[in-house]
């Protein structure tokens, strides 16, 4: 392993939680939010009336849950870019949706739906969730339930729902590149692959014995954050235990420099990593082994992501408005026609909308 420490930070009261944003990372400090670049250095800082509970951010926006409040930040200077949407009760968590928009899940048991903008579209009941897991598609979320089992709802104008399984999982990852880290109600971890309906793939793995309180994927493959503060990669511990029968301290599986190196983490890029105490001092690690290969991948995807948002991506995304045009389903039409940039027929369609069109 050569992960290191590239620079620490120390926010200035305790942390309540950590977002990765454009490289950096977007940290909640007391009432502050500062955005920090990924190489320490702080792009803005402002603050908030009430504490930031929970964060995620896409490319130029930043969602924050306070207190009962849904907020929107821009990622340049930290402006608000709605002036905010609250629910009784308040929000548990929240998650960007592919292709623009966001998802939140409240405590009275519904998941709602906001356009890119912040603009309430609609609710869908699904009782109370522990988190939200990730989305497999536009459509098909994956959450955890208070249970601890997994669910999938297809969030169409007929909204749906199933359980995936009626295993209970004690903590499951964020769904990264379509994989998943879960703990068993054993103690034991294992990784799958879902899908909609089930599991492609689900295996244990064997020789991990660890508290997980985070997991993300890296480029060298899982990063484990366990209970005690310590940070364990799965693939090298894999190699250990295939040479040595078991896992050890002294072995490369696990980072060492420090006796607790957080209660937080999150991914910022395939080759760095953030952790982060409750008292405020933040890491951020990188492998230069990875670099290379991680440029080379950006390169790569940014291509295929251009020549599909040209071609085929748009002409099945303006398939689908289309269709949901045709169905009545307005909401899923006009989110979809925003992705493709169509101002005029979001417009005609908020039109219809308010004129009893759905």
Same mark, same amino acid.
């Given at each position: 392993?050569?992960?290191?420490?590239?620079?620490?930070?120390?926010?200035?009261q305790? @942390?309540?939680?950590?977002?990765?944003?454009?490289?950096?990372?977007?940290?909640?400090?007391?009432?502050?939010?500062?955005?920090?670049?990924?190489?320490?250095?702080?792009? $803005?800082?402002?603050?908030?009336? %009430?504490? @930031?509970?929970?964060?995620?951010?896409?490319?130029?926006? @930043?969602? @924050?849950?306070?207190?009962?409040? %849904?907020?929107?930040?821009?990622?340049? =200077?930290?402006?608000?870019?709605?002036?905010?949407?609250?629910?009784?009760?308040? %929000?548990?968590?929240?998650?960007?949706?592919?292709?623009?928009?966001?998802?939140?899940?409240c405590r009275?048991?519904?998941?709602?739906?906001?356009?890119?903008?912040?603009?309430?579209?609609?609710?869908?009941?699904?009782?109370?969730?522990r988190?939200?897991?990730?989305?497999?598609?536009?459509?098909?979320?994956?959450? =955890?339930?208070?249970?601890?089992?997994?669910?999938?709802?297809?969030?169409?104008?007929?909204?749906?729902?199933?359980?995936?399984?009626?295993?209970? $999982?004690?903590?499951?990852?964020?769904?990264? =590149?379509g994989?998943?880290?879960?703990?068993?109600?054993?103690?034991?971890?294992?990784?799958?692959?879902?899908?909609? %309906?089930?599991?492609?793939?689900?295996?244990?793995?064997?020789?991990?014995?660890?508290e997980?309180?985070?997991?993300?994927?890296?480029?060298?493959?899982?990063?484990?954050?366990?209970? #005690?503060?310590?940070?364990t990669?799965?693939?090298?511990?894999?190699?250990?235990?295939?040479?040595?029968?078991?896992?050890?301290?002294?072995?490369?599986?696990?980072?060492?420099?420090?006796?607790?190196?957080?209660?937080?983490?999150?991914?910022?890029?395939?080759?760095?990593?953030?952790?982060?105490?409750?008292?405020?001092?933040?890491?951020?690690?990188?492998?230069?082994?990875?670099?290379?290969?991680?440029? =080379?991948?950006?390169?790569?995807?940014?291509?295929?992501?251009?020549?599909?948002?040209?071609?085929?991506?748009?002409?099945?995304?303006?398939?689908?408005?289309r269709?949901?045009?045709?169905?009545?389903?307005?909401?899923?039409?006009?989110?979809?026609?925003?992705?493709?940039?169509?101002?005029?027929?979001?417009?005609?369609?908020?039109?219809?909308?308010?004129?009893?069109? #759905?």
């Amino acid at each position: 392993m050569t992960w290191s420490i590239q620079w620490s930070w120390q926010a200035p009261q305790r @942390v309540a939680t950590i977002a990765a944003c454009e490289g950096g990372v977007v940290v909640s400090s007391g009432l502050d939010v500062v955005m920090l670049e990924g190489n320490g250095d702080v792009r $803005w800082s402002i603050e908030l009336p %009430f504490k @930031v509970h929970a964060a995620a951010a896409v490319q130029g926006t @930043v969602g @924050v849950l306070a207190a009962h409040a %849904f907020y929107l930040l821009g990622t340049q =200077q930290g402006e608000f870019v709605h002036e905010g949407r609250t629910t009784p009760g308040g %929000f548990l968590d929240l998650l960007p949706r592919p292709g623009g928009g966001w998802v939140l899940a409240c405590r009275r048991g519904q998941l709602h739906l906001f356009s890119a903008e912040g603009r309430g579209l609609r609710r869908m009941e699904s009782g109370l969730v522990r988190r939200l897991v990730g989305w497999f598609d536009r459509e098909h979320l994956l959450w =955890q339930d208070m249970e601890g089992r997994l669910c999938c709802g297809r969030l169409t104008g007929d909204d749906r729902m199933r359980r995936l399984d009626e295993r209970p $999982w004690s903590w499951v990852s964020a769904l990264h =590149q379509g994989k998943l880290l879960l703990q068993g109600s054993d103690g034991g971890l294992w990784e799958g692959i879902p899908h909609p %309906f089930g599991w492609d793939q689900l295996e244990r793995i064997e020789g991990a014995s660890m508290e997980p309180m985070a997991g993300v994927r890296a480029g060298d493959g899982w990063w484990v954050l366990g209970i #005690e503060g310590r940070l364990t990669a799965l693939s090298a511990l894999d190699a250990s235990v295939e040479a040595d029968g078991e896992g050890s301290e002294g072995d490369p599986s696990v980072l060492t420099g420090a006796p607790h190196f957080g209660d937080l983490l999150v991914l910022c890029t395939p080759d760095s990593m953030m952790t982060c105490t409750r008292d405020g001092l933040l890491r951020q690690w990188s492998a230069p082994h990875l670099h290379d290969a991680e440029r =080379q991948g950006r390169y790569k995807a940014a291509a295929e992501a251009a020549l599909a948002r040209d071609w085929d991506e748009r002409r099945a995304l303006f398939t689908r408005a289309r269709d949901a045009e045709d169905l009545g389903k307005l909401s899923m039409a006009i989110e979809l026609y925003e992705a493709l940039g169509r101002t005029v027929d979001v417009k005609r369609l908020l039109r219809r909308q308010k004129e009893g069109g #759905e």
